[in-house]
């Protein structure tokens, strides 16, 4: 192995230099004006307005809330409880027992590592709001709130990714002991049990300690909570998504690699690359989604108080914040009502036969979910705001345009699924290429399903969109400023409706992917007189050929619905972001009342024009980033990858061993999580600088940019997304459909896979958090950059901007030329 600096020394040597030039230059300024920011919206009282006939009243309606969020969360350890309790053969509950203390090292690693992050953040949070806001002098309180709640929102991300690990680890040994029974329904009922555990206890988790803050916060200081809140969340989220992704990819590819080159089965125990593949699992598909998740339901939530209470006139903001919040609230329990309904029409139709396709009660959930929330939208909306703004229309108006969102997140996924499903014709189209293609044209087989898929997410999500603008036009301009962008929030508020369910599908995948390595890594078959050992400990006598064969099938569905979640995230975080971009816009403009109605001031509106050339310089810039993202991720990959691969190929023990050492196979996780941390390190920095300096260059050129990032990012993201899914299933259907393992089209399909690996589980699903931090914290960056600009500094914020960009290409460099592959190049000959 090359030496190579900790990336957290070097993080921490970069942030208290940079801490201390900062501070200093804060200091000076802190004799500027300040001015209003999102940290000093007040909430409305909830106790003023009464609902359903006065009945209750909005603090009361959300006290009930609680009492739900309660129950989701009792639910959810429920089952957390009854997987714990399945019965597991020792051989297997060996093998998930190693890959959670794996996991449990990372974990405990990446908390380091996001607090390092943290403390960079903490700087220009205190400074901004501490010295420019004053708080520091006028309202120690309020940055206290802010700081707190930022530990709070990373807390939140982090442990419901550490749940999701344990359940994970749980349910895969569970899971691959259950398929020996000889019938296929227990190894789909306990992957999706799973998924419904994590599901409930992270919306339910959500859901909570937002209703904390609206209930029982001090008013006045909800909006710096509900700030402090979103920037932790979306941090953490941030760096267990990329660094996840990153890490799961290096020792995937290092553990598949070791097919072709050494001819082995997949999960061969003697590779000690499968037990990292296995930890990288949790990391990437488990841990990454699950505070993904956590905090793009957040964000969503926090960008639709700021524009409510920013955009709507004091009338009707208890109204708009309550109905929200009950709509959450009712959408937790549709997913529970869905779920137990699903199962016992699943239970009854594949309890007992000897075949099944995995995929049809997972697609049967999802709709069944959409069309249950979109009911309970319309009744609840018709019980909670019947005669909003004194319109008695507007109750079936705004369900109307929650219910695009809503559909969105059933709709999507049967999209995707045109793409990356084993049934779907794309999917066969990449096989039958490689057959006498072999992996050029596998590869560019997965890359014309990418490209295809992409142009329908688009068609698809700006068709509602559209729909969803279209009703808003009907909306009184009394009621609201901007309403097509409320519309737009609506929207991404509804892709998570159904959150729950949405999150059980997508752990389902993470779980059926370990259950095939756990099986065979446990080599339960070899251990002696193991039928007459099961059937006496458990009762039936194991049917290993089956078990095998529904494992595999049920791989391929865990696939494919890890696929459709992709896309519910990314068109989340791309169209809450509108709502998040249109909030700055409001902050740097203004408002004026005009007539009776609330609108923004003409000033200024003009530089939102192609006319005002920053605004359109910035169109052109955020595309950069994402390119260059993707890039630095995908090189972090390459490199990790070939250590791994270099340090496998060095140490893997084929003769005279049945399984690799618990050394090697750690040792090869240690690779992972230094080229993942490093890589993230490079990455967040870039970032982080980025924002700065844009948000500092000119404040329309920054929304310009904002506005690029989320539309470049989405359309790259899909594209990934999905090309990656079809090489993936791909080379399942070889395996399970052809039974050509070891063929020359296998490894076709294994290098078409590998290809895949970082399009779809590092570069395309990071893109959802780095949208949303962009976006969340350039609402600081810019409002900072105002107030100095205010304040007759606008050639120092010219300067800032200059150093910022010049630390953010410094990282952008680092990201290649400090990852590269530092061994020299060597002939043909010399490598024999």
Request: glycine share 10%; charged share 15%.
């Amino acid at each position: 192995m090359t030496p190579t600096v900790s990336p957290m020394n070097a993080l921490w040597k970069g942030v208290t230099g940079t801490a201390a030039r900062v501070f200093g230059l804060l200091a000076v300024l802190a004799g500027s004006t300040a001015r209003a920011s999102e940290a000093d919206l007040v909430l409305p009282d909830f106790t003023s307005q009464t609902f359903m006939n006065g009945a209750l009243n909005g603090y009361q309606l959300l006290l009930a809330g609680i009492a739900v969020c309660v129950l989701g969360l009792g639910f959810g350890f429920l089952q957390y409880g009854q997987l714990k309790k399945l019965p597991v053969h020792r051989a297997m509950l060996e093998i998930s027992e190693l890959i959670y203390e794996t996991c449990k090292t990372y974990l405990i690693t990446q908390g380091k590592f996001i607090l390092g992050l943290w403390a960079l953040l903490l700087v220009v949070m205190v400074g901004y709001f501490g010295f420019l806001q004053h708080m520091l002098s006028e309202a120690p309180a309020k940055l206290f709130a802010i700081l707190l709640f930022s530990l709070v929102g990373i807390a939140g991300s982090y442990g419901v990714a550490w749940f999701g690990i344990r359940v994970n680890t749980f349910a895969n040994s569970r899971t691959a002991f259950a398929s020996l029974r000889g019938k296929p329904y227990p190894t789909y009922a306990i992957p999706l049990q799973a998924g419904m555990s994590i599901g409930m206890v992270l919306i339910s988790t959500e859901l909570l300690l937002m209703l904390i803050i609206l209930l029982f916060v001090p008013r006045d200081f909800a909006g710096p909570c509900f700030i402090g809140f979103a920037i932790g969340e979306s941090l953490g989220a941030s760096v267990l998504r990329i660094a996840g992704g990153i890490f799961t990819k290096i020792a995937d590819i290092g553990s598949d690699l070791m097919k072709i080159v050494f001819k082995i089965k997949e999960d061969d125990a003697r590779n000690p690359g499968v037990i990292a593949d296995c930890t990288g699992d949790n990391a990437g598909d488990s841990v990454g989604p699950s505070a993904d998740g956590f905090e793009t339901y957040g964000v969503t939530g926090v960008a639709l108080i700021t524009f409510i209470l920013l955009a709507v006139p004091p009338a009707f903001q208890v109204q708009l914040l309550v109905w929200i919040f009950v709509m959450r609230i009712v959408m937790v329990l549709a997913s529970l009502l869905s779920y137990g309904i699903n199962e016992l029409i699943q239970s009854n139709k594949y309890k007992n036969v000897d075949k099944m396709n995995f995929e049809h009660p997972l697609t049967f959930l999802v709709w069944l979910t959409s069309i249950v929330s979109v009911g309970l939208t319309f009744v609840v909306s018709y019980l909670l705001i019947p005669d909003l703004a004194g319109d008695g229309s507007l109750w079936w108006k705004m369900s109307l345009i929650i219910t695009c969102g809503t559909l969105a997140g059933a709709i999507i996924p049967e999209a995707i699924k045109v793409f990356t499903s084993t049934d779907s014709r794309h999917v066969r189209e990449v096989v039958t290429a490689s057959r006498e293609g072999g992996p050029s044209l596998n590869v560019i087989s997965g890359l014309v399903a990418g490209n295809f898929s992409a142009y329908w997410m688009g068609i698809i999500i700006a068709g509602l969109m559209g729909l969803a603008f279209w009703v808003s036009t009907y909306v009184p301009l009394t009621l609201m400023l901007a309403p097509a962008v409320f519309a737009f929030g609506l929207v991404a508020f509804g892709f998570l409706g159904m959150g729950p369910v949405t999150i059980a599908v997508d752990s389902y995948g993470p779980v059926t992917d370990n259950a095939q390595s756990v099986y065979e890594l446990s080599l339960i078959e070899n251990v002696p007189n193991v039928k007459e050992e099961v059937n006496k400990d458990f009762g039936f006598t194991p049917d290993f050929e089956k078990g095998k064969q529904y494992l595999e099938e049920n791989d391929g569905a865990g696939n494919t619905f890890k696929a459709t979640a992709k896309p519910v995230l990314i068109g989340t975080a791309v169209v809450g972001a509108t709502t998040m971009i249109f909030s700055i816009i409001v902050l740097l403009v203004g408002t004026e009342t005009v007539n009776g109605i609330l609108s923004l001031k003409t000033e200024g509106l003009g530089k939102l024009s192609l006319l005002h050339a920053p605004f359109l310089l910035g169109l052109v810039t955020g595309g950069s980033v994402i390119y260059w993202f993707c890039g630095a991720s995908m090189q972090a990959v390459s490199t990790g990858a070939y250590r791994a691969v270099e340090f496998i190929k060095k140490n893997i023990k084929l003769e005279g061993v049945e399984k690799a050492s618990v050394e090697d196979s750690k040792r090869v996780v240690e690779i992972c999580t230094q080229y993942a941390q490093k890589g993230m390190l490079n990455i967040f920095l870039g970032v982080f600088f980025s924002t700065l300096a844009f948000a500092c260059a000119e404040p329309y050129f920054f929304i310009g940019y904002l506005i690029s990032i989320a539309i470049f990012g989405l359309y790259q993201a899909v594209f990934m997304a999905n090309a990656g899914g079809a090489w993936d299933n791909a080379k399942k259907l070889v395996e399970t459909e052809l039974h050509a393992k070891g063929t020359d089209l296998h490894a076709a399909t294994v290098v078409g896979d590998t290809v895949g690996d970082p399009f779809k589980d590092t570069s395309s699903v990071a893109l959802n958090p780095v949208i949303k931090f962009t976006t969340l914290f350039g609402l600081l960056a810019v409002e900072m950059a105002v107030e100095l600009n205010k304040s007759g500094n606008t050639t120092l914020t010219h300067v800032l901007s200059g150093v910022f960009f010049l630390l953010s290409v410094i990282f952008v460099y680092r990201s290649f030329y400090s990852m590269r592959i530092e061994t020299p190049m060597r002939s043909a000959a010399e490598g024999k």
